[in-house]
């Protein structure tokens, strides 16, 4: 057991030192200025440098539509499987998974083809407008359609996970018995058991639309991501500090994720 133990330490030590130590480095080089010594500037620029605050709102922006959007697609749909079609759930799990497999590039490549063929195509039709709409500069509903997609195999595993922890059919079952309609049984009784898959899946899809790069970049918008990558050409410490905050906010959240489910389990289990 003692032996196990060693091992156990010393896998995660090596694995917080694969993570640390590049963490360290960037540190390292947003603060010591050569022939100056050591200096916070590159920190206290963040805020006040030309379009950190208008990308990040709008990389948040495109977060918290992506989460609404594709929560609503996904819970109904899986807890409809969970009940009515289990057999299906392989299939389900397939074609959410897909994403995976097909390279960002590719994706985008096909984004932007159907983009460009519509115009062409649509331009004496009223979907010729929903083409303009969803590319609008200041709001770019193609990307949420598109961090939709990408987001569709992290949160069909969180909100899987969730659903095998609970007895979905107890629960709606005894809901409907208590005269309560579908959509109440589903929002009274499975979503408040589903908190923290939820949780798991919001979490996941935040942090995919913060730091997506290459369908933003590609398609012309600049969120959060595409603004950091373009500043480094010129500042790069700036670049590197954002990154490091970007890095230190993202474990933040996690933790208070973290926290907040194990809080919620324990008072389930009171």
């Not at 992290?154 to 059919?169: M, T």
């Not at 990558?229 to 500090?241: D, H, I, K, M, T």
Request: proline content about 6%; overall charge positive; some cysteine.
């Amino acid at each position: 057991m003692a032996r196990l133990n060693a091992w156990r330490w010393g896998v995660l030590g090596l694995a917080g030192l694969y993570f640390l130590i590049p963490l360290a480095a960037s540190v390292v080089f947003t603060v010591d200025v050569p022939g100056q010594g050591i200096t916070f500037d590159a920190y206290t620029q963040i805020f006040s440098t030309d379009g950190f605050v208008s990308s990040l709102l709008l990389s948040l922006e495109l977060a918290l539509a992506t989460i609404v959007v594709v929560l609503l697609l996904m819970v109904p749909a899986m807890v409809a499987l969970r009940l009515g079609a289990p057999r299906l759930r392989p299939v389900v799990e397939v074609v959410c998974s897909l994403p995976l497999v097909v390279p960002p590039i590719a994706f985008v490549a096909g984004i932007g083809t159907v983009l460009k063929w519509g115009p062409d195509h649509l331009s004496r039709t009223p979907l010729f407008e929903t083409f303009v709409a969803i590319q609008n500069p200041d709001f770019p509903f193609v990307l949420v359609l598109a961090y939709v997609v990408m987001a569709l195999p992290f949160v069909y595993r969180a909100l899987d996970a969730g659903l095998r922890a609970v007895d979905v059919r107890t629960l709606v079952e005894a809901a409907r018995s208590c005269g309560a309609g579908w959509p109440q049984a589903l929002v009274r009784a499975v979503l408040p058991n589903l908190r923290g898959a939820l949780l798991n899946a919001s979490f996941l899809t935040l942090a995919l639309v913060l730091g997506e790069f290459t369908v933003a970049q590609l398609l012309g918008f600049q969120p959060f991501a595409v603004w950091i990558v373009n500043v480094s050409g010129s500042q790069a410490q700036l670049s590197v500090a954002v990154s490091v905050l970007s890095l230190l906010v993202t474990w933040v959240l996690l933790l208070v994720l973290a926290g907040f489910g194990g809080r919620t389990r324990s008072t389930s289990r009171g």
